[in-house]
């Protein structure tokens, strides 16, 4: 940014020079955000407040009220909904997908930012688009392919890719490489060069200057990294719906649909299955919010 | 700023300083053994043949799958080419098309009008020194670990016709899931809710990152909180202001988790990742005219996407 000019004018950062804050305009921001953050919340606080009531209760009293405590609806749900079974399938999927992808995304990004070739820039765009790209409108050819791809009855008893674990780990690897790429080979572009004129010197290999001299230098990146990863796989949805058909394999966010069809009536329970679905990624929230804020803002794209 | 992240947030760890021009990078390369270039090869073929083949690939083979009545049963060589067919039944005999569209731009228009801004004011507001902040913040932001599939079921709780919240407060009997006329609204207003923390937090992360001096010049010379922030920081912040724009379009063209788990994508809520996705796991397999509608959230998409990788590259090539 070119703001040399402003900067070398500009008051040193000394307490003084800040404005006083205004005091009733600042009761009234407080007043406002806290309604705002409140209003925020309160779809979550609503969802746990409702599973811990019991159904008869709320039927005969109205959901606004406040009584029926139970906590019944947990051991329901995750009994009628197999969820231990589901939170499995998750981790299966949700474990090898992240760390294949965030090794095979530092590979390519040391790479780019390793040696300078002319092809790096459109290797790094065909990887960051790719993470862009509507799913569905890969959906077809890829369907295809995976009922097509046989797979030995041990990998998988679809004897396809198509309905085993594999297919849609590859399948989120592939789609989750492109972000991660863009946001290590930034990192490593960063990281001063001399390293590895030092490690050539002692005639260190390529892959022993990526696997000990980059790699333990990109651990901050990497651990904002796994914790969005393993969010975001974990929360994946349409590839689990459309890739795989067997109920029993299903990962926990996609089994949330059958959830619904045995509960329609009963919202009590609805709200319990969804607390417990929601509790992997809240605690991923609470125990390392700094790392997911961090990876969001270093990569800034992605939805 | 530039060259790390798109958005210099976390001073906290900065990257290693010091990035000079990589001056003659490549002709090291000659001095590569033939492991490392072995090495180098492998690392970038193996998750270049994972991405081409399972994204690129099956991109382009849906756009030229749209050009054909390929039924998916017949074996390829029976495939016979229809030019432009199939976008000519999409859009003229197809209901639900329209609709989907409509749908589509609505979602953009909600979120590009009302969440995106409102993410984008809460940052501005958040970026002062407040007490209570991370509070506001945390709670803002929550949403956004939440995947949209189990959004939905959160939001059922409020609007469900008989246990809803909604209907018990106002008294009203409306669906406001199933009734044609409101659910997109609802649904938007469900969707709004994640995007909102979203921007929040790139944008709060993106004004970290703007030189506070800016601000105190601007203020030095007595211009006004909201004059400073269109006058300078906005203009300041421009590949972010792409970024979100982006990041925005492609969220609402993207849209589908939510739709799919209240009604997979009918009455009143198409969306033309939904049609795409009935047309290839529902009943009718008609894969030429499914491609056709795939091709076209491709155009799109891509459209963006350029735009973003401009955005980004441009950022760090300086």
Known sequence: MSTATLTGEAPADTPAARRRPLRPARVVLHLFLGTVAVGWLFPILWAVLTSLRSYEYTASNGYVSLGGWTFDNYLTAWRTAEFGKHFLNSLYITVPAVLLTLFLASCVAFVIARFSWKLNIALLGLFTAANLLPQQALLIPLFRMFTQIPLPAWMSDSELLYDSYWGLILVNVAFQCGFCVFVLSNYMKALPHELYEAAMVDGASVWRQYWQVTMPLCRPALAALATLEVTWIYNEFFWATVLMRTGDKFPVTSSLNNLRGEFFTDNNLVSAGSVLVAIPTLVIFFLLQKQFVRGLTLGASKG | MSDLPLIQADRAVPPPAATTTTRGRGRRLRLLSRTDRVVITLMVLVPLLLVVGLVWLPAAATVLLSGTDWDGIGSLGEID??????????????????????????????????????????????????????????????????????????????????????????????????????????????????????????????????????????????????????????????????????????????????????????????????????????????????????????????????????????????
Do not use: C
């Not at chain 2, 400073?228 to 970024?243: D, G, K, L, W, Y």
């Open chain 2, 81 to 318: 080419w229809v030019g432009l067919r199939n976008y000519d039944d999409v859009v003229n005999i197809y209901p639900p098309f329209v609709p989907a569209v409509q749908n589509n731009l609505l979602w953009l228009a909600a979120l590009f009008v009302v969440a995106t801004p409102f993410g984008m004011f809460l940052a501005v507001l958040l970026d002062k020194e407040l007490r209570g902040s991370r509070f506001y913040q945390t709670a803002l932001y929550l949403p956004v670990v939440l995947s949209l599939a189990l959004i939905g079921f959160v939001w059922q709780l409020i609007y469900s016709r008989d246990q809803g919240l909604l209907n018990a407060v106002l008294g009203g009997q409306t669906d406001w899931y199933g009734d044609p006329h409101v659910n997109i609204w609802a649904v938007l207003v469900a969707a709004g809710w994640r995007h909102v923390g979203y921007i929040m937090l790139l944008y709060l992360a993106g004004l970290k990152g703007v030189d506070p001096s800016l601000r105190e010049a601007a203020a030095v010379d007595g211009s006004s909180e909201i004059s400073t922030f269109f006058r300078v920081v906005f203009p300041v912040m421009r590949p972010i202001n792409i970024i979100v724009l982006v990041v925005t379009v492609i969220e609402s063209l993207r849209a589908f988790d939510l739709v799919w788990v209240v009604n997979k994508g009918r009455n009143g809520l198409e969306l033309l990742s939904a049609l795409v996705t009935q047309n290839v796991v529902g009943e009718a397999s008609r894969i030429g005219f499914g491609s056709a509608l795939a091709t076209i959230m491709l155009v799109v998409s891509l459209v963006f996407i350029t735009l973003y990788l401009f955005t980004v590259m441009r950022e760090d090539r300086r």
